[in-house]
């Protein structure tokens, strides 16, 4: 209860500045990537033309956003943002189930620790408020005590460093898609719309409202972005904490990881991609 | 008593009280469009009055994060200074006001749902989907206010008259930019099920932009949510 707004922060020191990241965000991303780099190698290695279970679920994913992208960007630009994007998808997903899986070894730690105690190891259990919440320390030199050091599972997504990071990658994709397809000179004048962009207009262009309007939108699209996957998975991950405090964890609410964890991951990863899709698409 | 102990019971009140206000309307609206319905298509009743009734469940989600918030605030033991009481006054105006605008906002799509199954009744299972999903979606408002709510609830703040000032601000923040979002996202869903009652070949498109219409509505409660944790983490 008392961790809820506060992260783990470790510190390093590189070249004379003290850089701080937070260590659990970086373990949880890299365990998603590993599982995503695992799956994918084992969906691709045996390819066929009746597909087995793992390669159908690919080819849904695959062919739902493909087809999405072809029919908002066109068949050439949208094939090229298909690996982009496919990508995003399976990683914010994934990023945002992983949350469900309990914490397995420290529940694993805590059942050898009693049975280590039962059969009279040097293990100090303190009772807290309730039953339910033991406080369990094995002795300094037992062979299970790195299950209690294990990080326990959370979303990266949790963390708002994750969404920043990916709605960063965004923002620098659309703008060089937008310099790419318009050229510098129509990307600099589609800042000054709905005004025209022509005689005076382009050459007084910092007295058009609409020129700092529309930079600060592109801003704002990337915060609001961000800050749409951060608190829908970080108030998901509060309430289940809270409600899990409140029931002393006697009970998992299991309502609430379907509805938090299942539901509503899927529906923030969907829009986080189609937002992505239509911020690139009003570039073109 | 002591004074944050007064503070969290008034805060009781005030969360249940101003909670119920959307979730009550949200249903009644739901009642409404299935008892029209139903005096125009008498002999599929057995169906409106099953989606009414999901509907009106789902509906009330809103104000049952209200009961659960004004619970912790009655029965909690409440240790604190002066400060810390206003943390709970807080905490029942972001939830209270939070709850208005998706109480009534998840009653628009239900009221839809009904509409569309009196025009064509076997489209019934695609229109509950659909109903249930731009439900779930309208709550993120209150899920934004409720999870600012047990936040502050939980929070040990520093004494001063400004942590007092930027703790009441928070709550403010997230509980009035939740209403408008609310209903906005229940007017989005609205208008998605009613087509899609119409016409239910055109549910994926319709789904699709829903989800992406519902999201971009939320932006300004996102930029609530975003003032109201510098207000409670920063200043």
Redesign the interface.
Known sequence: MESIGKVAVQTITFLGHTISFNPEMLYMTWLVMGIIIIISFAATRRLGVVPNKIQSIFEIIFSFLEEILVSTLGKKDGARFVPLICTLFVFILLSNWIGIIPNLFGFLGVIIALVHKLFGGEVTVVVQDSITNLMITPAAGSWYRFLFKMPAITEPTKYLSTGLGLAIIIFMVVHSFGIRTKGISGYFKSYLEPLPSEGFWLYLFFLNPFFYMNIISQFANTLSHSFRLFGNIFGGGIIIVIVSELLRYIMIPVGLFAFFGLFAGAIQAFVFTMLAVSYIAQQK | MEFAKLCSIFAAGLAMGLGAIGSAVGEGFIAMKAVQTMSRQPGSAGKIVRVMLIGQAVTETAAIFALVVSL?LMFQDVTGDFVKGFTFIAAGIAIGFGTIGSGFGAGLPGGAACEGIGKQPENADVLTINML?GQ??SQ?AT??S??IA??LI??EPRSGIVKICSILGAGCAIGFGAIGPGIGDGIVARNANLAIGKDPANMGLLT?TM??GQ??T??TD??S??VSLIL??VI
Do not use: D, G, Q, S
């Open positions: 912790i999903i779930a979606v993120t899920i934004f409720l999870t047990l936040i939980m929070l699709r989800l992406i999201a971009v939320e932006t996102i930029y949510m975003v409670i983490f």
